[in-house]
Structures are given as C-alpha cells and as structure tokens.
C-alpha cells in the first residue's frame, strides 16, 4: 500500500511539472480546417474533460456508437506531452491489412503517429497511470474530408 501511494505520489509530481513548465497546445477548433496533429491534441483535451461529444470530433464514425466505453469513469487525469513524425509503417499496414484494405480509403487520406501522454487512472483502465505511449491512425474519407 504504501510503495503504491509513493508511485502515484511520484506520477502527480511528474504531471505538476509538466503542467508548470506548459505543454503548449493548439487552440480547440472543430472544423475541417485541423491538421492531423491538432485532431490529437483535441483528442486528449476533450478526453481530459471527459466530453465525449468533443471527443467524437476527434475519431470516425465508427466510434459513435451507443455501446463505446471511453472510460471515462476511472480516469482522473491525462494530458498530451508530444507526438511523432508521420509514421508510414502502420499507415501502409492499415492500408494493406487493416480497416483501409476494406474501406477504400486513398494513401493520401491517412496518417499515423506515436503519441506519448501522461494519464492517471483510477482503475488502470483503459489504460495504465503513468507516461504512455500510444499508436494513432487518422483517416479522412477525401482531401476535403476531417480528419479522425
């Protein structure tokens, strides 16, 4: 009990100091106009703020489902840190074997990033407290489509 109040004491103090020394993020705007990137850090703002409304602005229409469980119940916190370059590894694999081999989306239309976060969790669900890193896909239907 008391090695586990020591890790979130520590995991606290790590997000304190990344709220102090900012993480600078872009201004919230929910039209077409997002860069992939500002889909991302929209994403964790709203999930953040457990809006789940924002949040679907972020991700595709499949997510929009009255059965999708964000988890928002046992998480306390969470914050974007940083994001990666367009990695074409996941990108050519989702065209090649994952929803976009099935989907007709064009190579264009989809990119993919590491992202790394900082979340604290009550449940370690749906993801575990501390620094994570996690793998995001964004498609768009066409070139004047939003991203999500």
């Known amino acids: 009990m008391k090695k586990k109040l020591v890790i979130l004491g520590l995991i606290s103090l790590f997000v304190f100091t990344l709220m102090r020394f900012g993480i600078e993020s872009v201004p919230i705007n929910t039209n077409n106009s997002l860069q992939p990137k500002q889909v991302i850090e929209n994403y964790y703002k709203f999930y953040n703020e457990k809006n789940r409304e924002g949040l679907l602005t972020t991700l595709t229409k499949w997510h929009d489902q009255s ?52 979340s604290l969790d009550k449940w370690a669900s749906p993801w575990p407290s501390g620094i994570q890193t996690k793998g995001f896909t964004l498609i768009r239907e066409s070139d004047d489509a939003p991203w999500g």
């Open 67 to 118: 059965n999708v469980n964000f988890g928002f119940d046992n998480l306390i916190f969470t914050k974007f840190v940083s994001i990666g370059d367009n990695d074409m590894t996941t990108v050519n694999a989702y065209l090649g074997c994952g929803r976009g081999s099935v989907n007709g989306v064009e190579s264009n239309n989809v990119v993919a990033y590491k992202v790394i976060f900082v």
